[in-house]
Every structure is written in structure tokens, then in C-alpha cells.
């Protein structure tokens, strides 16, 4: 009995200490400058546009990389292999800019051989440019400059941005021009007499226009020896310039107007050799060997070592690719309710491509969000 009474006491008394201490737990409150601290330390807002309309990344239920134009910068990133880097999902095979391929997910319009791509297959990941469509596969040989953000959408896109996104999108948004401003240069110098230049300025015209220019130029020496030439093959040498007019008289409506071109010229695009391999073919009708095709012929390769970087390709090299083309861009608010947007893109690649879109699209905070696609 008296063992009872004694672990009945102790239990009275060990809620009698803890009942203060709950209570003062219960009773604590977190002072609003500590809660405005943590919210001013937290990650900032991703807009993103994947949707056709600007809203936050967390609101888009895809999947989805965003690349600042701040990291593009920092990170030298001039053109779409660069992206690669910086977005793991996205591969670039290019032997030449006729012959381009880049892939989400593995997945694309080639999956086997960069030789599959070419200028008569439709790709399986859409390229877009300022929301304008980019059909032929060496537009992502180009250089850019300049870029607000890089949004890589992953799987099928073709409810807002049409035919050829089977696989995903590619949406690269450059900056607009600012009524205040500003500009940047920058020269880098690298091995093989590599020298790049690019650099952009914004600024008003007036208080309703205002301007934004750019530019990026890259030059380098060929990497590898062509000993039957003697000339120095896989340079590079490519420009590109945009500019951009904004016109904005009210906040409610405002058209963007843009302008560029890119060329890409090389002496370009040779390989080296790496090994011979065999097949099921009779002796005499493989490569290697004593009896191959080409002891038969008397040829052996310039080096069997393929850190020399020596070639011997007599057939003619060369690239000369150009791009330009013309896009506007116009926005009308209706005051909170809906956002109503014309895009009109004339590009030339070869040939002549004609685009347009109409999208009317309520603000981000709607609950029924409508969105009209690409047509």
C-alpha cells in the first residue's frame, strides 16, 4: 500500500513541475521582426512563362529548369552546348549546324546519331526565342547574348506551344529593353587565338520608346592539323546582333518589337582517327588488316594517336549559315481580368517561316487560369 502511495505522490508531483513549463511553451510567440527575418532569408521567386503568361515556378505543375541570365553571364554560356552544362536534362550533338540535334530526357529527334537530324525531319524539342519558333535545327548552333532567363520544359508541350514539343521545349526570354540606362562589354581572350566580344546598352528614346542593342562576336583558330591541306581545320567564327524597340504610352498597353541576325562561318567540321573496328564482312572487304581495304589502297592515317589532332580530309570544308528575322510582340492588361497577346515572327533560314499566335490569359492569382495556344 505504501509503495502505491509513494509512486502516486511522485506522479503528482512530476506533472505539478511540467505544467509551468507547458504552459509557458504554449504561451511563447515568435516576434514579427524574427518572422520577417526568415521570410527576407528565404529562396526568391522564380517567374517563369511556361504557361504563356508570367507566374511563379512553383505554381506550374510540369516539370521544369530555369537558368538566370545572371548564371548565363557568369558562366560564359554563349550558345545552346553551353546549356548543357548548366541543365543536366539537355544534351547538343552538332557536327555541323545543318546537321543538329539536342535532346531532353534522352529523347528528341535523334536518339542514335547526330547524322538523323537534319533540315527534312521535324524536331521532337521545340526552340523558341522571345515565344517565337525556331523549326530548323542549326538555329541552336548560333550564339546568343543578352538573355533574361533559359525555361527547359520537360515532356509533351503541345497544348500551349504546338507540333514538335513531343519531347519537351526549349524557351529562351531576352531582356527588354528599360527606360533607364545601362549597358555591359566584355572581351575574353583564350588558347587558339580565341577572342570573343559581346556587350549590350538600353535606354529611353523618349518617355514612351525605348532602345536595347546587343551583340556577341567569337573567333578562334582551327583545332586540328589537316596535313594534306596544311590549313587548320574546326575554327569558329560567328556574330550575332538584335535590337529591340519598346513602346509603352500606359502601363496597360505596350508592344515589343525585335530585330537580329546571326551568322556562323567556319572552316569546319572535320574528325580525327580514334581505332578500326571489325565487322562481319570477309576480310578483304573491311578497313584494317593485312588484307583490308585500305592496305589494299596503300592508305594508313596521318597518326593512330588521337591526341595529335591530325587529319587528312582533301574534300572541301566549310560553313556559311545565316539567320535574321523580324517579331513583334503586343500585350494589352484589361485591368486585372485578362491579358490579351499578338506575336507576328517572320524568320529566314534558307527559306521564309511565318508564325502567329493570339493568347488571352488571365492573371496568374485566378483560380480558373484560360490560356489560348500557339495556332
Known amino acids: 500500500m505504501s509503495k502505491r502511495f509513494a509512486v502516486f505522490l511522485c506522479a503528482t508531483a512530476m506533472s505539478a513541475f511540467s505544467a509551468p513549463a507547458i504552459a509557458q511553451t504554449a504561451t511563447t510567440e515568435v516576434p514579427p521582426s524574427a518572422s520577417d527575418d526568415a521570410a527576407d532569408t528565404g529562396l526568391p521567386e522564380i517567374i517563369v512563362t511556361a504557361r504563356r503568361r508570367a507566374e511563379n515556378a512553383q505554381r506550374v505543375p510540369a516539370a521544369l529548369s530555369v537558368v538566370g541570365g545572371d548564371l548565363i553571364d557568369q558562366s560564359y554560356t554563349v550558345n545552346t552546348q553551353g546549356l548543357t552544362t548548366l541543365i543536366p536534362t539537355l544534351n547538343y550533338s552538332s557536327a555541323n549546324p545543318r546537321n543538329t540535334a539536342f535532346t531532353i530526357r534522352g529523347l528528341g529527334s535523334s536518339v542514335v546519331a547526330v547524322s538523323q537530324a537534319n533540315d527534312g ?3 521532337g524539342v521545340g526552340f523558341y526565342v522571345d515565344q517565337v519558333y525556331h523549326a530548323r535545327p542549326a538555329t541552336a548552333a548560333f550564339d546568343f547574348a543578352d538573355i533574361e532567363q533559359v525555361e527547359e520544359l520537360r515532356g509533351p508541350q503541345g497544348t500551349l506551344f504546338g507540333k514538335n514539343t513531343t519531347a519537351g521545349a526549349l524557351n529562351i526570354t531576352t531582356r527588354a529593353p528599360t527606360f533607364t540606362r545601362e549597358g555591359f562589354a566584355e572581351l575574353s581572350y583564350g588558347d587558339y587565338n580565341f577572342v570573343q566580344a559581346k556587350g549590350w546598352a538600353s535606354g529611353p528614346i523618349t518617355d514612351t520608346i525605348a532602345y536595347r542593342i546587343s551583340g556577341v562576336s567569337t573567333r578562334r583558330d582551327g583545332v586540328l592539323d589537316n596535313v594534306r591541306t596544311g590549313r587548320a581545320a574546326n ?36 574528325q580525327v582517327y580514334l581505332r578500326t573496328g571489325t565487322s562481319l564482312r570477309a576480310a578483304n572487304r573491311q578497313f584494317g588488316g593485312p588484307n583490308g581495304l585500305a592496305a589494299q589502297f596503300g592508305y594508313a592515317p596521318p597518326s593512330t594517336n588521337v591526341y595529335d589532332r591530325k587529319t587528312d580530309i582533301d574534300g572541301p570544308l566549310g560553313v556559311d549559315t545565316n539567320e535574321g528575322g523580324v517579331s513583334a510582340i503586343t500585350d494589352w492588361n484589361l485591368g486585372g481580368h485578362a491579358d490579351i497577346g499578338q506575336r507576328v515572327a517572320i524568320l529566314e533560314l534558307g527559306c521564309r517561316e511565318r508564325s502567329r499566335l493570339y493568347r488571352l490569359a488571365r492573371p496568374a492569382v485566378a483560380t480558373h487560369p484560360v490560356a489560348a495556344g500557339p495556332i
Open 235 to 270: 575554327t569558329i567564327g560567328t556574330q550575332a546582333v538584335r535590337g529591340q524597340l519598346l513602346f509603352k504610352p500606359d502601363d496597360m498597353i505596350q508592344m515589343r518589337v525585335i530585330a537580329d541576325f546571326t551568322n556562323f562561318q567556319a572552316y569546319c567540321c572535320g
Open 121 to 123: 525531319l521535324e524536331p
